[in-house]
């Protein structure tokens, strides 16, 4: 007993009882589901539930669905143009929060910044919906654009503001020093810095835009079909194949494109 | 000597540098004005165009909202421009055949059930998202970082399909039900979807990561050695959880509780893809009157009920977070 | 004897880490701790000092070896079933508590009835002069305060042993020298074996009845504060406490404990070794500063010129180079109103008494 030569069985007091059970439930929980979609996109078998084989027959099915590439193509223009214009205002308001010293209101204006993720979608599909109507704009791309930059702006916003309090101030001023004026400071080094920053904010953006189903519903006219809310005319028409293959589809894009937004935020400075 | 004069010198250095220091920063001040109004002429571009397409397409047609909400209804859809608060006598009354206002609890009821599922998607949600958050918290650097990629990127993904997935396991002849059934577990199917229990677990599974970010955040800052001082005045692994770590991680439940009730109550793909239609709640409600029921005053003033709801209970957090020193900061996703 | 023994340490070594990140914090450590004595871990930063009351505590368990408390293994056993309190370093107050709370937080752990807990937290906060402080909340006391609160908040639980990871070293000078008295009080009063960690030597000099002096996870010597101050054993002692001239000798002649070295300058002198000399051997001489002194003898062991005079107060420094030895110390006291006795650039002599030499043992 005395000359043990083995450690004692190490008591981690980091370690709780059942907690790395529970933690396994919860990722099966969230993965579970986004995988069986893929997986069954796969299946031979039309009555989309029961495994009879794999097939990759589905894919080039609906890639060949002219609506459904009608609504691809909707929805790629309207995340290009409403993350490219979101992602240029949320740099600007950015800078204006985080260059020089403290502002007074700063909390109201980062406020109300976010305000488009606080309020609830369906008010602002409703708001979105009657403000158009009112002013006799047609529904259709232009709306759909419209009504998406605004919930891209503090997608795009916060990355790139995180970014740019990362950010050593005394960089931009040791620029000022050497003799740059406040242009030369910006692009030569404020912007140099904060493009992963802005990048990961387009991408986020961008995907925000890409998945909206709520809002875009109430904003799209006819011909205006997004990727989203034609998925959502599949799924009330019954569970197929085909919305499986959609589906899956577009969680690879949101996947890859989250993935690569992450890891930019992410790198160092 | 030099002792001495060292000993002389230092009574006096503290009157001295108090004085200069106040004097030297208002005489910048006075110089700076004009550069200070430069500087705020620069902000002020800077953030016009965000605040712009802010203003311009949400809070002008939320104003807009408001007043459709006060307005007639005309008959296939859109308003005549005559002022009305039926929209708003709609809600708790029905007209009866001589005019008179009967009470009528329709509406309220559907209300009372998206408060109902909201609160029970919170308390589940808080039930799987703590010990995940606790676990995630507990590993060492390098694996939390990824387990909390793993938590957001669910999140970025298209709820529809997320809904979606749902259906493909809970109906009658779902992953899970014919899983249950090849075992012989059971003989039916059971119900799991097209009602409250599909409609909870929906929405559980669409927010989940807002409440273990915020969780996360809180426990991630939380100082080990408070736990480990609790083990050393003899709390085991249950008392040190309950009277230190959720106590500390308080602000954390409470943001993420918020964060999953807001979204919850006005939530309208779950409960349309996973309560089948027959289970309304109050998104789905609202988009009736803009479809179905062509009601559109009406639709106006749920959608501003439903707002006033959610910005109180946005409003009484941010006061308790701002009394407790937590800052809304620290919750956002991203 | 082996009943006064509170802490027994056998071999004790701990590992971190595996393969090329491993770290020995603790490399087999034997020591024993009395009960009731103030024992110091002494050691500079990274020497495993705080590994040591880790493992004290509860909270890691030693890769190696075993660990008693009067005479129980404790291997195994969680930190709340261990009869040990901690001071932490950065006190650890539980921050949504009040100070009260704080205090009793053990107290109900333990199931202690409610009258007791509140006659007994009021009793601490009365011992550590709190007393009417009980309701604030650890943000609102000051850094010394809040010491008080942690070692309130420890002692409430009468452990059979308390350990204080440096418990001082926030503090600003004023009041860590305050806290010194005030532990050294708190001590003797409660009468509780304390387990100290510092770096400071002066604190563990001061302190201590007993100390360890500590290197890469080593116990290199232990002793009273008069012992490792007199007789340090070995080089890195010598030098980690206070400050000492190490000098290189040949052992001449010896007989028993005392010999005769010859210094590389040819001068001979006395000294005494614990372990026995050997003729022709090499060794290194320790020799205190203030041991020595400047003398006018033309027959002094060794001679050299002044480089550098340091007045202290009540004391003065003497850096005199001298051949082949390098920059030797010479501390005098300030008897006559402080003047130097040579100036910078004379040539001295410097002389010592036999006792004042120490042969260290590597
Ligand atoms: N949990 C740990 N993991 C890896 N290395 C550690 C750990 N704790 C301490 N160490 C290492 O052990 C050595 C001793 O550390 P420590 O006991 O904290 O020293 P001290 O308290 O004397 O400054 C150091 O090299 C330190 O880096
Ligand atoms: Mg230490």
Redesign the interface.
């Known amino acids: 007993m005395a000359n043990r030569t083995a450690a004692p069985k190490p008591v981690s007091l980091k370690r709780f009882p059942g907690l790395a059970t529970g933690a396994a439930f919860f990722f099966v929980y969230l993965y579970l589901p986004i995988l069986f979609v893929v997986f069954l996109s796969f299946n031979e078998n039309r009555i989309a539930t029961i495994w009879t084989g794999f097939t990759f027959d589905w894919y080039p099915l609906v890639l060949g669905n002219a609506d459904v590439l009608r609504a691809a193509q909707n929805s790629l223009i309207v995340a290009t143009f409403a993350s490219v214009i979101a992602t240029m205002a949320a740099t600007l308001a950015a800078l204006a929060m985080t260059q020089g010293r403290a502002m007074r209101r700063q909390e109201v204006v980062n406020g109300s910044l976010a305000l488009p993720l606080l309020i609830p979608e369906i008010v602002t599909a409703v708001a979105t919906l009657i403000f158009f109507v009112a002013i006799g704009m047609p529904l259709g791309l232009l709306t759909i654009t419209a009504a998406h930059t605004v919930f891209c702006i503090p997608f795009a916003y916060l990355p790139i503001r995180a970014r740019l309090e990362g950010m050593d101030p005394s960089l931009r001023e040791a620029a000022f020093d050497l003799y740059a004026n406040e242009r030369q400071a910006f692009f030569r080094v404020t912007l140099p810095l904060l493009w992963p920053g802005i990048l990961s904010g387009l991408l986020l953006a961008f995907i925000v835009s890409l998945d909206n189903f709520v809002i875009t519903f109430f904003v799209s006219g006819p011909g205006s079909t997004t990727l989203p809310v034609y998925i959502y005319g599949m799924i009330r028409t019954g569970v197929t194949p085909e919305v499986n293959a959609v589906s899956a589809l577009l969680l690879l894009v949101s996947l890859v494109l989250v993935t690569v937004a992450l890891l930019l935020s992410r790198r160092e400075t | 000597m030099s002792t001495r004069e060292a000993q002389a010198e230092r009574p006096v250095e503290p009157q001295a540098a108090p004085q200069s220091a106040p004097q030297a920063a208002k005489g910048a001040m006075r110089g700076d004005l004009g550069a200070v109004r430069r500087e705020m002429a620069r902000r002020l571009a800077l953030l016009t165009p965000a605040m712009g397409i802010i203003i311009l397409v949400m809070v002008v047609p939320l104003a807009l909202m408001l007043t459709y909400s006060f307005l007639t209804s005309a008959r296939y859809g859109g308003v005549i421009w005559e002022f009305s608060t039926d929209a708003y006598l709609q809600f708790l009354f029905v007209r009866d055949l001589d005019d008179s206002l009967l009470f009528n609890d329709t509406y309220l009821r559907i209300f009372a059930r998206s408060f109902g599922l909201s609160l029970a998607t919170m308390g589940v949600a808080l039930l799987i998202g703590f010990p995940a958050a606790l676990f995630i918290a507990l590993q060492p650097p390098k694996y939390r970082t990824m387990l909390i990629f793993l938590v957001t990127i669910p999140f970025w993904t298209n709820l529809l399909v997320r809904n979606y997935a749902w259906i493909l396991l809970l109906r009658d002849r779902g992953l899970i039900n014919n899983t249950l059934m090849d075992l012989g577990v059971i003989s039916q199917p059971l119900p799991l979807i097209y009602n409250n229990f599909g409609i909870t677990l929906g929405l559980v599974y669409s927010f989940i990561p807002f409440m273990v970010l915020p969780i996360y955040a809180s426990l991630e800052k939380l100082d080990w050695r408070l736990v480990e001082a609790a083990y050393d005045l003899g709390a085991n692994r249950w008392e040190a959880l309950k009277r230190v770590i959720i106590p500390l991680a308080k602000p954390g439940i409470i943001a993420g509780s918020v964060l999953v009730f807001v979204p919850s109550l006005g939530a309208y793909i779950t409960p349309q893809l996973l309560g089948g239609g027959r289970n309304l709640m109050i998104g789905n409600l609202i988009q009736l009157q803009f479809g179905a029921s062509q009601n559109w005053p009406f639709g106006a003033a749920l959608a501003f009920i439903l707002l006033a709801i959610v910005l109180l209970a946005l409003v009484l957090w941010a006061l308790r977070a701002r009394r407790s020193g937590t800052s809304l900061k620290e919750v956002e996703i991203g | 004897m082996a009943e006064n023994i509170a802490i027994d340490l056998?071999a004790v070594s701990k590992v971190f880490g595996s393969g090329p990140d491993e770290v020995r914090a603790l490399d087999a450590v034997s020591l024993q701790i009395r009960d009731g004595e103030f024992f110091t871990l002494l050691g500079p930063s990274g020497c495993g000092k705080t590994t040591l009351l880790r493992l004290l505590?509860?909270?890691e368990?030693?890769?190696?070896g075993?660990i008693r408390l009067h005479g129980q293994e404790l291997?195994?056993l969680?930190?709340?079933r261990r009869p040990?309190?901690?001071v932490?370093q950065?006190y650890?107050?539980?921050?949504?508590m009040t100070v009260a709370q704080n205090v009793s937080?053990?107290l109900e752990?333990?199931g202690t009835s409610k009258a007791e807990i509140g006659r007994r937290v009021d009793e601490m906060l009365e011992l550590v002069k709190l007393a009417g402080y009980g309701r604030r909340k650890p943000a609102q006391l000051s850094g010394g305060q809040q010491q008080r609160v942690a070692l309130a908040?420890?002692l409430a639980?009468r452990p059979k042993v308390l350990l204080l990871d440096e418990p001082l070293s926030a503090l600003d000078l004023k009041l860590r020298k305050e806290m010194q008295i005030e532990l050294k009080r708190l001590q003797n009063d409660t009468g509780i074996t304390f387990v100290f960690v510092t770096h400071d030597q002066e604190e563990a000099l001061t302190m201590s009845d007993r100390l360890v002096v500590m290197d890469s996870g080593k116990a290199l010597q232990i002793g009273s504060p008069r012992e490792i101050y007199e007789h340090p054993e070995n080089r890195f002692v010598a030098d980690f406490i206070g400050e000492t001239n190490l000098l290189v000798a040949r052992v001449d002649s010896a007989d028993g404990e005392s010999g005769t070295f010859r210094l590389p300058s040819g001068a001979r002198v006395q000294g005494r070794s614990r372990d026995g000399l050997s003729a022709g051997a090499e060794v290194t001489l320790a020799l205190r500063p203030e041991r020595a002194e400047l003398s006018d003898d033309p027959d002094a062991p060794l001679r050299g010129r002044i480089e550098n005079v340091v007045?202290f107060?009540t004391d003065t420094l003497y850096q005199v180079s001298v051949n082949e030895v390098g920059l030797f110390r010479v501390r005098s006291q300030n008897v006559n109103g402080g003047m130097a006795a040579a100036g910078i650039g004379s040539t001295v002599g410097i002389s010592f008494a036999p006792d004042a030499i120490q042969v260290l043992r590597d």
Do not use: C, W
């Open positions: 056998r505590a509860g909270f368990q030693p890769t190696q075993e291997s195994g969680p930190p709340f040990v309190n901690t932490f950065s650890a107050l539980f921050p949504h937080f053990g752990m333990q908040r420890a639980n007045y107060g």
